[in-house]
């Protein structure tokens, strides 16, 4: 499955639809500081609060979408440069998908495109509990993405691994949980009944590898346009 042909084919069928193409209407993209991104949160452990990545912002006629990624700046042009524009490294992507999003957005298809705030964060792992519960029952759950508050929340439930590509992370024990490397991510998927992955795994450019056949659920607001568009289960409950 090819996500970004397809993302890539229905942000061309959308802007030739509502004639965005026709005008010079400019996608601003700017990186957010982590104050920006995620507020002022209790816990301090997040990847936006660390530092090491980033999130990138678009807007679009007023309306803003957002993507998560380890390669960021800042970005102007046209609609008809961003869908031009060869997706080869997490920046570009990483605009892609901000501008996909704020886009989306705009034309009233995706929602929940700007990551939440402040004490939203430890709110939405205990509503992802019950949310797995009454959609998929009791799963071993194989998850690609490190957001600390969800793999505390996860761990005291469900059977859980955990994998990421933070070495800071890898090796050692949250919550009970040792975060794997990338490439533990085909046994964890063999051995898992829901793979719960990131929306970052399409900035960079992985999550063809890991929709498989198992039951997936995607988070976050990096994915919000794509999932919307492509029909992918996402949970994201307290994005704006």
């Not at 997490?90 to 892609?96: D, E, P, S």
């Not at 704020?102 to 509990?129: Q, S, W």
């Not at 005291?156 to 991510?185: C, Q, S, W, Y």
Request: hydrophobic share 40%.
């Amino acid at each position: 499955m090819d996500f970004y042909r397809r993302i890539k084919n229905e942000f061309t069928r959308l802007s030739e639809r509502n004639n965005l193409g026709a005008e010079t209407i400019q996608i601003r993209v700017r990186t957010l500081s982590p104050e920006e991104a995620i507020g002022n949160p209790e816990d301090k452990d997040y990847p936006l609060t660390k530092g090491r990545e980033r999130m990138m912002e678009a807007e679009f006629k007023g309306c803003f979408g957002q993507a998560f990624t380890d390669m960021y700046g800042n970005f102007s042009g046209d609609m008809n440069y961003v869908l031009q524009m060869e997706l080869n490294n997490n920046f570009r992507r990483a605009i892609f998908l901000a501008s996909f999003n704020a886009v989306t957005r705009y034309l009233g298809i995706a929602d929940k495109t700007v990551h939440c705030k402040d004490e939203a964060p430890p709110i939405c792992a205990r509503e992802l509990v019950s949310y797995i519960r009454e959609n998929f029952g009791q799963p071993r759950i194989a998850m690609v993405g490190l957001q600390p508050r969800m793999v505390q929340a996860l761990s005291k439930e469900f059977d859980l691994r955990v994998v990421d590509m933070d070495e800071d992370n890898i090796g050692h024990e949250k919550f009970g949980v040792t975060i794997g490397a990338p490439d533990e991510t085909p046994a964890n998927l063999a051995w898992c009944d829901l793979a719960f992955v990131t929306g970052s795994a399409l900035t960079n450019d992985t999550l063809d590898d890991l929709m498989g056949s198992k039951q997936t659920l995607v988070f976050g607001v990096t994915i919000a346009g794509p999932a919307a568009c492509l029909g992918l289960r996402r949970f994201c409950p307290y994005g704006s």
